[in-house]
């Protein structure tokens, strides 16, 4: 079977042929810097990386770029209401913080994340603030093709015109005139209800520094326009799979498609969307108190559970979690690694001389992940060969208990399953959280003595990390820190 995967896009599964032979190029939505992850976030990191996996596997040299949106609405009004009204936003936010603070805060929370659950690092992860000027080319692009216009009301917003692009709605096969209006500005200004923003004048109640000068006065992008513009500066006009979760369909991923297109690129070979995660059935949601985060997840699982239990279903399938899931996947798990530990006794004798060679995936195994990525049916093969290996084992058969652990290694290895990297485990992802949490404590109390002229103080903060091995860096958006490598 060749590999297939379903387009969003046609509604159909089709075979999947690189754009170059050899390589993929893969763009996922990553995260929006406004709030602690959720479980949808590390959902979709998780499809996607085992996407990103069974491409390599498969041979090809895989580019991947995962965005983060640090700039946007939310994370303003988040920043607001830290100096305003503190106790409305919660545990997780601080008084009194600078939009680019939080928004930088938040995104490390989501690396940890993604790093505790083996989530490979992109080839590329660009903030939307560090892309203006592309964004800015794109506009113009679309506004010298009649795609675009600047607002009637003079405000500085640039819109995308929805009537003057013939295959707008495409991706989600829907008429223009059965859309919703788009909210993300003031209709004031807008030529039709359902015309999108594409930059964002600046607003006299948001903070100078969240806004950047352009052909059409200070202003800042339009949440759509980011992607479009990452996307293109990583990838190229044409790259191979667009993803992300079921809920960016429409309007996130139908105006990215819109906007791209209507500029001339050809864009994304392939759509492909995640599904989303329920609480018994019930969508999730803080209002009814059914949500449960990744953190939660994590302190009463180990990493690797908590990364079978997100990526055992099919990737576009919904995902029902309920209090027993984490002991379910626990107990997978640990039959997987109770005959890894009894195969590796037999096999290996005590000179250490293993003389059986590892082979590759079983034949049932890749048809599965071939056939749009079916983790249901390869965990299956998975689960078959820890069975059958149990029993070489228990028969003292040591070349075909050899066969099967090598066997379900190198399918651990695709399901991003085996040992997590160093930083990765559980026991890691606990302890780098404590660490950040007192190295954050040493630099506010450095960045007070800087702000005070106590350069002393600072220097010697300072000075009692370096000789904890921890090197401090200065930036624009503050100081961070990394551990100190030979």
Known sequence: ???????????????FEPLEPGKAGLYYCGATTQGMPHVGHVRSAVAFDLVR?????????????????????????KSRLSYEDPASLGPDYHADEPWFALSYRFEQAFHAAYAALGVLPPTYEPRATGHITEMHELIQRLIDAGHAYPALDDSGDVYFDVRSYNAYGDLTNQHVDDMMDAADADPRGKRDMRDFALWKGQKASEPETASWPSPWGRGRPGWHLECSAMAHKYLGAAFDIHGGGLDLRFPHHENELAQSTAAGDAFATFWMHNGLVTYEGEKMSKSIGNTISPEEMLSVAPARVVRYFLGQAHYRSQLDYSPSSL?????????IDRFRERAWALVVPEDGDFGFVGGGVPEGFGAAMDDDLNVPAALAVLHETVRAGNAAVDAGDAEAAAQAVTAVEAMLEVLGLGELPAGGGEAD????????????????????????????????IRDELAAAGIEVADGAQGASWSLKRD
């Open 53 to 77: 996996r069974w491409l390599t596997h498969r041979g090809l040299e895989v580019t991947v770029v995962r965005n983060v949106t640090d700039i946007d609405d939310k994370i303003l009004e």
């Open 429 to 460: 992802a606990a302890t780098q959280t404590a660490l950040d949490v007192l190295i954050q404590a040493r630099l506010e109390a450095r960045s007070a003595a800087r702000a005070a002229k106590d350069w002393a103080a600072s220097d010697a």
């Open 327 to 335: 002991a379910e996947a626990g107990a997978a798990v640990e039959r």
């Open 1 to 15: 079977m060749s590999l297939r995967f379903y387009d969003t896009r046609t509604q159909q599964l089709r075979d």
